[in-house]
């Protein structure tokens, strides 16, 4: 799978596996306290495992030599979403297993990709694994920069609330508040 360093894409499974165990746990954590029934939250920890697959196609759009990425590049890229969705959809997923991964990078506000969808527009598991996606993101070491601690990730995101749905993001405070005072890490380590 992709990461970034600088601008180059470099693979390391071992870390994309961990991410994805990371989203996987923390949506599952945020659809139960969302009240969602128990098959619909495991159907987020599936997603959220797989959220990030379509990178693994990506060596074939993007050559990792530049730095910067060309601008084909970095369309390529955010295809991801897309080449997971194609990669999964005969494969005995739900659709919405699928549609969580397809739209994951949708912002509430409608300023993200593949389809610029708003709002409620935005299917639920989505807008879940966005907000896991991108503290996993944060709380992650990275070749470009050391992991943020949960509560400097969770400032973080404030800043960019717009970019989540309130209710999915309040829930996911409650989760990692919560994980906190058991002085649990599983989700910021």
């Known amino acids: 799978m992709a990461e970034m360093s600088g601008k180059v894409i470099r693979y390391n499974l071992e870390t994309e596996i961990k991410h994805g ?3 996987s746990n923390l949506a599952y954590a945020i659809g139960m306290e969302m009240g969602l029934l128990q098959e619909q939250c495991y159907e987020l920890a599936v997603a959220g495992m797989l959220h990030d ?10 050559s990792g030599e530049r730095n910067p990425l060309v601008i084909e590049e970095i369309k390529y890229v955010r295809r991801h979403t897309q ?8 494969r005995g997923y739900s659709e919405f297993v699928l549609k969580s991964i397809y739209y994951h990078h949708e912002n509430y506000d409608g300023s993200g990709y593949p389809e610029n969808l708003s709002g409620e527009d935005i299917p639920l598991g989505s807008r879940i694994l966005r907000v896991c996606d991108t503290y996993a ?3 992650e ?4 920069r050391d992991a943020f601690d949960c509560s400097t990730a969770v400032r973080m995101m404030i800043d960019e609330v717009k970019n989540f749905d309130m209710q999915v993001f309040l829930a996911f405070q409650r989760v990692v508040h919560n994980e906190e005072e058991r002085g649990e890490t599983e989700l910021c380590s």
């Open 21 to 23: 165990m990371k989203v």
């Open 53 to 62: 697959i379509g990178k693994l196609r990506l060596t074939r759009y993007v």
């Open 83 to 90: 080449l997971g969705y194609d990669a999964l959809k005969d």
């Open 137 to 139: 993101a944060l709380t």
């Open 141 to 144: 070491k990275r070749p470009y």
